[in-house]
Every structure is written in structure tokens, then in C-alpha cells.
């Protein structure tokens, strides 16, 4: 090759290697100049784990140095979001953005807070502990921070930003309490909370209180489980005493008159038959024709409660299934809700029926006495029972409306239960402390009526209506 | 007319709990097809449009998991039943009259296609239950165990991905969803068809509904069974009309 030729390769060479070079270093440049933009304008995916990574990682370029804080009334509050806690938590893998949803802008600061049901449904799990709390924010119980306090105007329990000395503590450790450890409960449940919680935890509801509460299908305290126990042997014992009849013609085998006894009863469900039957449990059963043709005013006095109780289970049945199969429904949220008008003005008119139901039983039974009446035992234990369950109840709820603060225009819907709560306001007691005593003996009454139901008077619930199908044909 | 309906000579063949079992799977079967349906196949508007009658998928799925448990809990009666039958009833769990399958089932289909194709003159003298009536309970009853255990591993994935690996979750849709077509074709149009739709029954064969069954049809469709009677002179016609 001639020198010349190979010079002027070589510069051109050198020429191409300058312009390449010149060419990196200014898209260089300009990517770096745009991935700085990029570092806050840019739509991550947060479908991906990749786009949860890297915008945790966005925030914890700052918020995961110690020395990140806020200037709040000359106290310096960390930020430092600590990684040990947050790595251990169910929410490793979610977004900062994907809970504090509206924190991403200028200014960098927070209007709603952390946003928990958009991506759980309220009563995700727990749905006895969840249902009583419906005041309370989820942040309350299940951030571990030790300050609570009570919005009586949001009506809402919430986490405190200031300690018990008023002064600004830090929240942003994202510790999760351990819930399946009762102890967080005392946060609230102490002798002197102020955020209107009772002194003591409470057991849940159990599912026998379905009768006129909505409740979880639990066993609850165990002396719900006690008297269901009571009750299931007394059940047994009149099945079997029933089953030590003849069965047509069968004197003996349990099995065989078993097998008889429940051929009869598909045959008639399953033949012309049932409209009878229908038409006994319509009239018989729910309108009660048998009571109104014996005495108008006995068929009044006994729908009063029975219409009550009845209306009562509906509605908590109704709600149970609508909590099941639509949890996040604005109508199953009320239902549940008991402070909400609907379900607080329902209940207390149902309980003043009773109420007036029971008074008015125990006015014929004890002061008109009218002749065809026959007032034993039983019947004063059944009455005693129904009217002090649904008399406490109001006294429980009362004293709730008291001591939680709810504000008047959410308590006004329980309308006896706001006049009981300004009725015991004027007693100077620690109601607090009393709940909790008022509450078992709420229940403990129920308790007593489950476990007297197969026994006295109260049997009638179930062998009346038994009885009225069985001589359907009579009338 | 009602004197001139002939009386015919009935006998029970279904028990009131059997009946009931019955009745409970095939509400619930239908129910677990419709919702299962209905969100294997999300993507299509009649499906999306169940889903929404129902009030979102959310309530589809609980829906279809309290079809899922009746319908186990129906199994779990029989199962009961079972022990019930053999420790107090001391019944025979191989006996003729039995749901179970025995060497003679493996005769009698043999015979049975023999008949089919002509190659024998009479039908084998099949017992209480033939062999395509055990094969009816039996398909059902172990495809509750694998659709069960399937749908288990879908309903608690973060339970079951501490023992198995997370693939398995992926193979349990599959299994799932495939058996689930087996099972809605073999019951929808199989079960139906062979007991509903022949012509000597059409347009239903009620006796599981009844319980009920009559002596010619005994004699026709359950020979064995017929003659057993006959032989053991205990014809005590129960539940006559």
C-alpha cells in the first residue's frame, strides 16, 4: 500500500472515531438529562414487580436515610421509613404509591392519608372484631404505635401524631402490629383510654346472638358455647323422647321409624299436599290465626314480640349473606354498621315493641288476669327473660353512645338509646369501666335463653309451629 | 279418571336420604357449573353478564365455594352413611345390593355388551344397581376428591405453596378447569341422557326423586334384583299409593 493512501486512511479513521465519540458523549448527555427527568416523570407499571421495586425504591432515596426529617413545632419527626420492618410486612411487594396514593406531587404531602380498602375489603377476615371497630381506622390497630386518639366530630378513632405528652411523634417505622397477639387490643381497652373504648376486651359476638344482632358465625365466649350445650342435650332429649312413640307400627328400631317418619314427610312435600301445608305455615305459623281467633288482644300482645324478634333475625340473616357474597357493598357497610339510621332507629323501635310486648303479657297475666289465662312458673321465666335481655340491651347501648361520644346527630337515630345515654350521663360514674359488666350481663341473659329454650315455656318457639303442620288437616 | 288408573305395585328403591343427597348435588352441581363457567370463561359476554346478575365476581366466587362445600358435605353424609351401614347396620358393603364395584359387575358388562352387539339373546339380570349406575356414583363421587382437592389448592395457594411447589398451583387450575368440562359433560349430557332420556322413561325417570319404583320396571331394568326378592319371599310393597 502507497504511505499516502494508508495516511489518509488512517485519517479517516480517526476522523470517524472523533465524530462517533463526540456522538456518545452528547446522547449521553441527553439521556442522562432524561433519565433525571424520568426519575419522577415516568409512569411506572405497577403490575410488575419491577415497577413496584423501582419506585420503592425512588422514595427510599430519601426516605431510607436516618437523617431524613420534618421540622414540626421545633421537634425534628424521623421520615425514615425503616426497611427491616417494611421488608417483613405482607406489603413488600405493593408501591409507597399504591397505599399513599395522592403523597407523589408537589408539594409532597398527603391529604387522605393511607388508603388500606382500596385493595382490602373491610371485612376481610376477623369479621366479628372488624364489625364493632367500623369506627375505627385500620391504621389505628394495625400500625404498632402506642397513641391513639378520637375524632368526635369525623366520629373516628385514629392513629395519633403526638404522644401523651402532645408531643409530635413518627410514624413512618411502618411496624405492623402482631394481631394474633390479644395485647394490641389494651392500646384502647385500658382504665383510662380517652378514645371512648371500654375498659375490657370483649369477646365477639356469637352466632346465637343472630337472633337480633348481626353477627359472625363464631361460637364467641364460651358460655355461649355452655349454654348451646345445654340447649343440644335438652333438643336430644325430646327428639328421643318423641322417638320412643310407635312410628307406624314400628315399635322398636330407632333406625326404621326414622326411615318411616322422614318417607312421610317428602311424600307430602313432594304431593298436592304442600299448598295445605303452605297455607298452614302462612296463616298458622306467620299471621298467627289461631291466636287472633282466640283473643284479639293476646294475638296483639304476642306479635308484638314475635313480629319483633322475627324482623330482627331477618335482618341479620339478611345482612350475614349480604356480607358474604357483597362485602364491599355500600348497603352491606350500613347493615353492618350498627350507629347507622337505618339499622339504630330499626333497632330500637323493634326493641320497644318487646318492650311493650313483655309489659303488657305480665299486665294481663299479673293485674287483669283474665279467666282463660294460667300463669305458671314458666310463663313468668320466659317473660322475666325476654324483658331483661331487650331492657339491657338498651342500657348496653346507651351507655355505649356515652362512653364511645358518639356525636348526637349520628346517635339520635338510636333515639332510646341516646335518651338512656343522656339519662346515665347524669350518674358520675366511670362508664367505662361498667360496659363491660352491663355487656356480660347482657349476654349472659341470652346465654340463659338459649340454654332455657328446649326446657320451659320457650319451647314453644319450635313445637307450636311442629304441632300446627302436623294437624294441618284438622281445620 | 282416578278409578281407572291401575294401581300399580310399587316398591322403594331410594331411601329419603339418598333422595335428599340427590336433590342437594344436582341444585348444587348446576350452581358450581354456572359460576365455575362463568369465571373460567370471563372473557365472554354472556359470561360477564352472569357474573354481574350476581353482583361481580367477587360474590361468584363465594358463591361457587358454597356450592363446592354442599357439595363435599354431600360426600362427607355418604361417607357417614358408610360407617353408619357397616358398624351398626352391619350391612354387606359387597353384597347385590352394594354401589361398590364387584367381579360380577365385570361379567354382567361383559354380558352387557355381548347383548349390544347381538352376540346374546338377553340382557345380563342386573342387580339393584348395573354397572353404568355404579359408574354414574363412583365418577362423581372420586371426581369430588380430585376437584376438591384442586379447588383447595386454588382457594388457600399461600397454605399449600408452603408444602408444594408453586407450580403446582398452575397445574391445579389446569386439572380444575379440565375435569370440571369432564364432569359437566359426563353429567349434563351422559347421566342425563342415559337416565332421563330413554325412550321407556322419557321425559324423566323420576324414581330418584320419588324413591319409588314399580314391579314391571323392576323386573325389566333390575332382573337380579327382582328375583332376589321373589326368592327371599319378603315381598312386603311398601309406600303404595
Keep these: 500500500m502507497k504511505p ?72 425534628k419527626v424521623s421520615l425514615q421509613v425503616k426497611p427491616e420492618y417494611f421488608y417483613k410486612s405482607s406489603h413488600q411487594f405493593v408501591a409507597c404509591t399504591q397505599c399513599h396514593t395522592d403523597v407523589a406531587r408537589s408539594p409532597h404531602r398527603s391529604s387522605s392519608g393511607v388508603t388500606c380498602l382500596q385493595c382490602h375489603i373491610t371485612f376481610f377476615g376477623a369479621p366479628g372484631t372488624h364489625a364493632e371497630h367500623i369506627r375505627v381506622r385500620c391504621e389505628a390497630c394495625h400500625t404498632d404505635s402506642q397513641f391513639v386518639a ?85 333438643m336430644i332429649g325430646t327428639l328421643s323422647f318423641w322417638f320412643r312413640a310407635r312410628v307406624q307400627d314400628e315399635a322398636s328400631s330407632v333406625h326404621r321409624k326414622f326411615q318411616l317418619g322422614s318417607e312421610v314427610v317428602w311424600s307430602k312435600i313432594f304431593s298436592r299436599e304442600i299448598f295445605p301445608i303452605l297455607k298452614t305455615v302462612f296463616f298458622d305459623i306467620l299471621l298467627q290465626r289461631r291466636i287472633l281467633a282466640n283473643s284479639v288482644s293476646r294475638w296483639f300482645v304476642h306479635s308484638l314480640i314475635f313480629y319483633s324478634f322475627f324482623a330482627r333475625f331477618a335482618l341479620s340473616l339478611f345482612t350475614l349473606f349480604l356480607q358474604k357474597v357483597s362485602p364491599e357493598s355500600e348497603l352491606a357497610m350500613t347493615l353492618v354498621n350498627k350507629d347507622s339510621g337505618f339499622v339504630a332507629t330499626f333497632n330500637d323501635v323493634t326493641g320497644i315493641f318487646i318492650l311493650a310486648g313483655v309489659a303488657w303479657a305480665m299486665f294481663r297475666r299479673y293485674v287483669t288476669k283474665p279467666e282463660y289465662l294460667t300463669t305458671q312458673e314458666q310463663d313468668t321465666i320466659a317473660l322475666v327473660i325476654i324483658g331483661l335481655v331487650t331492657l339491657t340491651g338498651f342500657i348496653v347501648q346507651g351507655t355505649r353512645i356515652l362512653v364511645a361520644q358518639i356525636p348526637p346527630q349520628v ?23 361498667v360496659y363491660g359488666y352491663l355487656w356480660y350481663f347482657h349476654a349472659v341473659l341470652w346465654a340463659v335463653f338459649i340454654a332455657y329454650l328446649p326446657f320451659g315455656k320457650l319451647k314453644h318457639i319450635f313445637t307450636t309451629p311442629l304441632s300446627l303442620l302436623l294437624n294441618y288437616k284438622k281445620d | 279418571m282416578a278409578n281407572q288408573t291401575i294401581r300399580q305395585e310399587t316398591f322403594r328403591r331410594f331411601s329419603v336420604l339418598q333422595r335428599a343427597v340427590h336433590l342437594t348435588v344436582m341444585f348444587a352441581f348446576i350452581g358450581i357449573g354456572l359460576t365455575g363457567f362463568s369465571m373460567a370463561f370471563s372473557s365472554m359476554a354472556p359470561a360477564r353478564a352472569f357474573a354481574w346478575s350476581l353482583g361481580g365476581v367477587e360474590s361468584v366466587r363465594y358463591l361457587h365455594r358454597v356450592f363446592a362445600v354442599t357439595l363435599y358435605l354431600c360426600v362427607v353424609t355418604e361417607v357417614v352413611w358408610l360407617i353408619y351401614f357397616k358398624f351398626l347396620l352391619k350391612g354387606n358393603l359387597f353384597g347385590p345390593h352394594s354401589i361398590f364395584f364387584t367381579k360380577q359387575d365385570l361379567l354382567y358388562f361383559r354380558d352387557h355388551m355381548g347383548y349390544i352387539l347381538a352376540l346374546r339373546n338377553e340382557p345380563p339380570p342386573f342387580e339393584r344397581f348395573a354397572w353404568w349406575e355404579k359408574l354414574d356414583y363412583w365418577t362423581l363421587f372420586i371426581g369430588m376428591q380430585t376437584m376438591g382437592l384442586t379447588g383447595l389448592l386454588l382457594w388457600f395457594p399461600e397454605f399449600f405453596s408452603r408444602f408444594v411447589p408453586g407450580y403446582f398451583i398452575n397445574l391445579a387450575q389446569v386439572l380444575h378447569f379440565d375435569e370440571a368440562i369432564l364432569a359437566v359433560l359426563y353429567k349434563f349430557f351422559i347421566h342425563t341422557t342415559v337416565r332421563h332420556f330413554r325412550p321407556e322413561v322419557y321425559p324423566g325417570d323420576w324414581t330418584i326423586f320419588t324413591g319409588k319404583t314399580t314391579k314391571e320396571k323392576m323386573m325389566r331394568t333390575h332382573p337380579g334384583e327382582w328375583a332376589r326378592l321373589n326368592a327371599s319371599a319378603q315381598i312386603v310393597p311398601r309406600g303404595e299409593r
Design chain 1, 150 to 234: 378520637l375524632d368526635i366530630a369525623g366520629n373516628e378513632v385514629k392513629l395519633a401524631h403526638t404522644n401523651t405528652k402532645l408531643l409530635p411523634i413518627s410514624l413512618a417505622e411502618h411496624k405492623t402490629t402482631d394481631v394474633s397477639r390479644m395485647e394490641f387490643c389494651t392500646r384502647c381497652h385500658n382504665t383510662d383510654n380517652q378514645v371512648g373504648a371500654p375498659t375490657v376486651v370483649l369477646p365477639s359476638k356469637s352466632f346465637v346472638c343472630m337472633a337480633c344482632h348481626y353477627s359472625p358465625l363464631k361460637i364467641g365466649s364460651p358460655m355461649f358455647l355452655v349454654a348451646i350445650g345445654i340447649a343440644m342435650i335438652g
Design chain 1, 411 to 433: 346517635a339520635l337515630s338510636a333515639f332510646v338509646g341516646y335518651f338512656m345515654s343522656r339519662l346515665l350521663s347524669m350518674v358520675n360514674i366511670h362508664w367505662q369501666s
Design chain 1, 4 to 75: 499516502r493512501l494508508l495516511r489518509s486512511a488512517l485519517a479517516v479513521c480517526a476522523m470517524a472515531c472523533c465524530f462517533l465519540a463526540f456522538g456518545m458523549v452528547l446522547s449521553s448527555s441527553a439521556e442522562e438529562q432524561a433519565s433525571e427527568c424520568l426519575n419522577c416523570h415516568r409512569q411506572r407499571n405497577l403490575n410488575a414487580n419491577e415497577g413496584i421495586l423501582s419506585s420503592q425504591l425512588f422514595c427510599y432515596s430519601c426516605h431510607q436515610d436516618p437523617a431524613s426529617h420534618e421540622d414540626f413545632r421545633d421537634v
